[in-house]
């Protein structure tokens, strides 16, 4: 399943899963450029994702969303529990916001469209190996406009106003930056807010917050 090409130490370890043998070997082909991408093996469906995740123990598996059989949201659920080291990326086609909620409900750690660019696939590559959550820009735009619309969420009276805020952008996908210029504060200023609310919620990650963000209806995917 490796390749016998010489890759960096540091290689970040991918298992393609596509139900669609051309388009996985259109993947493999971008992935191939890229130097510090390993593909480690392929799967057809997610049952298939499954066991080759669990035997070759990848550091993300990109898979599609819809796939015959198990589908990339269940088999990214059962990965969450079984395999909870490798981190999921969802393939769509579709940008709407329930998709969305879906596969970060179900534990993925990134949600990329499938007429990104190259590059957006090794930007979402790198993000999500280094612990953060990506979404494509034309997702995320949709979910922080949505947010925007709310002054507070529907689920949790513990937060602050401003923390609702805060949490809202980064379940949207923002960065640090991002977030200090939308909402005019300062950078160290986020990040403060982002440690308490961690604090407060009992929460040590990005993907725990964006998750819990959706359970409490902060981000409304319908908008």
Known sequence: MNSGSERPSIAIRVLLADDHTLVRAGIRALLADMSEVEVVGEAADGEAALQWALRLQPDIVLMDIAMKGMNGLQAAARLRQELPSARVI???MHATGDYVQQALRAGAAGYLLKDAAT??????????????????????AQIVEGFLQHDKPAGDAALTPRQSQVLGLIAAGLSTKEIAFKLQLSGKTVDTHRAQLMERLDIRDVA????????????????
């Open 90 to 92: 969802m393939l769509s």
């Open 119 to 140: 590059l957006e696939l090794q930007l979402a590559l790198q993000a999500v190996a280094r612990g953060d959550i990506y979404l494509s820009p034309g997702v995320s």
């Open 208 to 223: 725990g917050l964006v998750r819990y963000a959706i359970r409490i209806g902060l981000i409304d995917a319908q908008s």
